[in-house]
């Protein structure tokens, strides 16, 4: 199973419109741990990256990406935009003048979105943040690919990392970004960033599985 660009095209709409519908969500945990904006911020940024790829015609997926990475670095005040934006970019490289995106390419696209989020903000894992959801769903697609299950399979198990790594969140204390200024009191709250980014990677999954 591969995604065309114009698929690709078609789940940042989707994208797009589960940020619309989570902003408030987001902007909740948000509020709780840190200064209520990241549901306003993902919405904004991602409005800005549909408005951004219009006009993409899919021939290069690299491309797209790269635009969808400068929309969100532009459009989105808080420490979230820098952040998937460079992993956006850092993906983009990954499929360079490609139409096609597979499992194998998404593979390297998370690793390298992982590895310029972690360069950018200098977290680790267990610093309670959006690393922390996406590092578990990184291992997962790996061992998903080592032991051959199919694309729905994998973004299933994938996205159900995520959020494993979402609830780990609860039980930890913040290291890194606004949240860290609260230290203990960080515990029992989970991260918005993991859980964007773990809802980010289950829109991933279900627009494969309509797909297929
Ligand atoms: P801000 O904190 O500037 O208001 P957002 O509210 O949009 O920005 O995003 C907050 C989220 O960003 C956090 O929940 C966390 O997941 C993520 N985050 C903050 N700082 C870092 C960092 N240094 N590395 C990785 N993720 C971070
Ligand atoms: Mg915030």
Do not use: C, W
């Amino acid at each position: 199973m591969s995604l065309t660009g114009l698929q690709v095209k078609d789940l940042f709409m989707k994208l797009n419109e589960v940020m619309a519908k989570n902003k408030e969500y987001l902007t909740t945990l948000d509020a709780t741990i840190g200064d209520g904006d990241h549901g306003l911020n993902l919405n904004k940024g991602f409005t800005a990256v549909v408005d951004k790829i219009k006009d993409e015609d899919g021939n290069n997926i690299g491309d797209m990406l790269k635009k969808v990475g400068m929309a969100l670095v532009s459009n989105v005040g808080g420490a979230s935009g820098p952040l998937y934006g460079t992993a956006f970019m850092k993906a983009a490289v990954d499929v360079n003048g490609k139409s096609q995106v597979d499992l194998k390419d998404f593979r390297n696209m998370l690793q390298s979105a992982l590895e310029g989020i972690k360069m950018r903000g200098k977290a680790e894992l267990d610093d309670k943040t959006m690393v922390d959801s996406i590092e578990p769903a990184l291992n997962q697609l790996k061992k998903s690919i080592d032991e051959g299950d199919n694309a729905v399979d994998a973004l299933f198990k994938v996205k159900e990392a995520a959020y494993n790594g979402v609830e780990h969140t609860k039980t930890i204390i913040a290291k890194k970004g606004r949240a860290s200024y609260l230290g203990d009191r960080s515990i029992g709250h989970q991260d918005p960033g993991a859980t964007s980014s773990a809802l980010i990677l289950e829109t991933i999954y279900e627009y494969v599985k309509s797909q297929t």
